[in-house]
């Protein structure tokens, strides 16, 4: 157990609908990573957050987006959801605002777009 | 730009023999490198981590891997694989708090 905690663990939805994956991270860490890993993009890097502020950004389409809160904890946005949305989304924490130590990842959501 | 590259899509081992996988980076500074497993419907597990100093690094359930600047590699090996040791595999290049991952390579062991 990394202490990184998601939910919901499953999603499925329809094409054009919003979701909200939430996430918690381990306590003390100030950092939240969001990931997507789908079979023909392998894991790619959505977004960085730390302690509120939005630090770094990836390959994360326009129609997603992501915050992060006083608690910490972080919650990504997809809207109009498309079929090639349905992924697994890791979320990850540290300590650091560079990323340079260990990143803790959760179990993931799996989002699945019919 | 940064990139990296697991050659290898799958690899079958035997229970009990040496293993060694696969991993080039591209980046134009020092990379921080990292070797995580995912096993079957799991997050990821930081296996060993590499930023500077020593180029032989310890891990984890006995992996180790080698950083060789000269060849832009950074190789896991693991002596004896166990049959738990069967996952997916990923080599990364942290920038500036992204990890950068590889495609991964998927490690079968047979008995």
């Known amino acids: 157990d990394s202490g990184v905690t998601q939910t919901p663990k499953h999603l499925i939805t329809a094409t054009g609908q919003r979701v909200t994956l939430r996430c918690s991270p381990r306590?003390?860490?100030?950092?939240v990573y969001w990931y997507q890993q789908s079979l023909d993009q392998g894991l790619q890097f959505l977004i960085q957050y730390y302690n509120g502020e939005e630090r770094a950004k990836g390959n994360i389409l326009e129609r997603f987006s992501a915050q992060q809160f006083p608690d910490l904890h972080s919650e990504l946005n997809l809207s109009s959801l498309e079929l090639g949305d349905s992924a697994l989304y890791f979320c990850a924490s540290s300590v650091d605002r560079g990323g340079y130590n260990e990143q803790f990842f959760g179990p993931g959501t799996r989002l699945t777009v019919l | 730009a940064q990139s990296v590259t697991q050659p290898d899509i799958h690899i079958t081992v035997s229970e009990g023999a040496s293993l060694e996988l696969r991993c080039n980076y591209s980046?134009?500074?020092?990379?921080?490198l990292f070797w995580y497993v995912q096993s079957p419907g799991q997050g990821l597990q930081l296996l060993l981590k590499y930023f500077s100093g020593d180029t032989l690094v310890q891990g984890i359930k006995g992996f180790e891997a080698e950083f060789k600047r000269s060849q832009s590699s950074f190789n896991l090996r693991k002596p004896s694989v166990h049959w738990s040791d069967a996952a997916e595999y990923f080599c990364a290049v942290g920038n500036i708090g992204a990890l950068n991952f590889g495609k991964g390579t998927s490690l079968l062991v047979t008995p």
């Open positions: 980046y134009g500074a020092t990379p921080y």
């Open positions: 306590s003390g860490d100030l950092s």
